[in-house]
Nanobody
């Protein structure tokens, strides 16, 4: 059974930090490119960060460059998103996404991040 389980979301003040984790099971994690998407209230889902199977290269949305870092541990089947200097616009549901060529992709259930004073 394929699963992507996100954790680490919560309520944080502006300027604070959070680290999201997404642990995969049921598919060969190391063969999948991994991404984090965000859906802000009333908006569509947008790509925040992506990491290749080996960990390099990575890419980021302009809104989070220099503040967020995506990384992965293939031995632990886990991808991370370190989020620093959070601001109000970072509020939303964060989803983990796995994709690889010629096979179905997978989404996690999402974890809520709320930035508020």
């Amino acid at each position: 059974q394929v699963q992507l389980v996100e954790s680490g979301g919560g309520l944080v003040q502006p300027g604070g930090s959070l680290r999201l984790s997404c642990t995969a099971s049921g598919f060969p994690f190391s063969y999948y490119e991994m991404s984090w998407y965000r859906q802000a209230p009333g908006k569509g889902r947008e790509l925040i960060a992506r990491i290749s199977t080996s960990g390099r290269p990575t890419r980021y949305a302009d809104a989070v460059k220099g503040r967020f870092t995506i990384s992965r541990d293939n031995a632990a089947n886990t991808v991370y998103l370190q989020m620093n200097r959070l601001n109000l616009e970072d509020t939303g549901v964060y989803y983990c996404y796995a994709q690889s060529e010629d096979v179905p992709d997978h989404w996690g259930q999402g974890t809520q991040v709320t930035v508020s004073s």
